[in-house]
């Protein structure tokens, strides 16, 4: 007999060793992310994915499912924390959507939107980030970067290159590059890595490549995030 | 007996007045708001100060000078509902892009350094308000009730938020009219 555990009332079947994240994907169930990908080790970082498990409150990317679970994931409290936490990440950067490229296909903006989110409520940081743009393929804004780390496990578990990484802690953490310059040209990074592609935000962007698809084309100008993501994530099936 | 109109009051504190574009944007649906609404202060209207019994005021731009700061309170001070329109007002926007630029650097760059300045000298009128360490967003001055994104937002957003509010709903945008862009 297949194994279950519920979210929100509905039986969602699992395998032994599969997350939260992993089991409500393939039974046709979003839970909210950011620094999760199915490609990748999970990271548990942006803590948007934060469901009720028996109560208490688990990151579904990396808490593994078990029988019998019972599992909040929408509710007016999390959607509430999600949004904050999706403020948070929108001051701590600078992110200014009607300049960047990635407006319209970026995944930050897109949760931002499925959580109905209209405001940033926090004071915002102003930070002073750097722009590399020393490599003849791929720049890096670090202006957008939200250290979700998802370039750092591309460039290491598919690239076999590590050129990301993140350096420090806190308030104080950055995405470095691993090349004595520090600067992404001096590094190993090919425009076809899986690293360079990978980035939810404007963060890593392909250089000539901006803009090239229409206002009301792009992925979220009409589809829901969870859509998207269910569709380009997991294996949805009908039960 | 007819009822009385809702004021409505509108300005451009650091913005590009796309905004109060998009608001006529609302084409012929305009001739039904006016029905309903009344301007107060407002550059459609000419109208210099704040009636004290406004009912709600439309915010475009974010705070970059003194006079903004000002007019601003002016605007919290006498509007019941006060809603910050479009991205400036919501996060500064574009002109906040110079938040990570000293001001002293700014103004050099701009009256003195800058290619092809006669002249050059730091503008310093009693008239000119002055300029803010940073550009801010709205809700960093006062208290802000409601928030319409986009860059700009559209004629749909005014039309959607305003008749809810005029029906006496609680705003909600769709997911189509939400936009940062």
């Known amino acids: 007999m297949t194994k279950t555990f519920e979210i929100d009332g509905k039986k969602i079947p699992y395998e032994e060793g599969q997350t939260i994240m992993q089991a409500a994907s393939a039974a046709g169930v979003y839970i909210a992310h950011l620094c999760h990908n199915p490609q990748f080790t999970p990271h548990g970082s942006c803590k948007l994915c934060t469901v009720k498990v028996n109560g208490r409150n688990c990151s579904a990317c990396t808490f593994p499912a078990s029988e019998g679970q019972n599992v909040t994931n929408v509710s007016k409290e999390l959607n509430e924390d999600r949004e904050k936490i999706t403020q948070m990440l929108f001051v701590e950067g600078n992110h200014f959507c009607p300049s960047c490229e990635k407006t319209g296909n970026c995944q930050l903006q897109a949760v931002a939107y499925h959580l109905n989110m209209t405001d940033n409520h926090y004071p915002h940081f102003f930070e002073n980030r750097e722009v590399d743009a020393s490599h003849p393929d791929v720049m890096i804004d670090h202006n957008r970067c939200i250290f979700c780390t998802l370039c750092v496990r591309a460039s290491e578990e598919v690239d076999g290159k590590n050129v990301f990484a993140i350096s420090g802690r806190g308030i104080d953490k950055r995405l470095i590059v691993n090349s004595k310059s520090g600067l992404l040209k001096d590094s190993e990074l090919d425009g076809n890595d899986c690293a360079a592609h990978i980035c939810p935000t404007g963060a890593i962007l392909i250089k000539r490549t901006g803009y090239s698809v229409p206002i009301g084309q792009r992925i979220y100008d009409h589809a829901h995030i969870d859509a998207v993501a269910l569709a380009s994530e997991g294996e949805v099936h009908d039960l | ?181």
């Open chain 2, 1 to 181: 007996m007819t009822s009385k109109k809702v004021k409505v009051a509108t300005v451009s504190l650091a913005g590009c007045f796309g905004c109060h574009m998009s608001f006529l944007d609302l084409d012929e649906r305009l001739v039904d708001l006016v029905e309903h609404v009344q301007f107060d202060r407002s550059p459609l209207t000419d109208i210099e100060h704040c009636s004290d019994d406004c009912d709600i005021g439309l915010i475009e731009g974010g705070v970059c000078n003194s006079e903004n700061v000002h007019v601003l309170r002016e605007f919290r001070k006498n509007c019941k509902i006060l809603v910050a329109v479009g991205a400036c007002a919501i996060n500064g926007g574009l002109p906040a892009m110079r938040n990570h630029i000293s001001l002293e650097d700014c103004l050099n760059e701009a009256y003195m350094d800058g290619i092809g300045i006669e002249n050059p000298q730091i503008p310093n009128d009693i008239e000119l308000p002055l300029l803010l360490d940073k550009v801010y967003p709205l809700h960093e001055v006062v208290k802000i009730d409601y928030f319409l994104p986009g860059c700009p937002p559209s004629a749909d957003v005014f039309w959607a938020f305003l008749t809810d509010l005029l029906a006496g709903r609680e705003p909600e945008l769709p997911y189509e009219l939400i936009h940062f862009d």
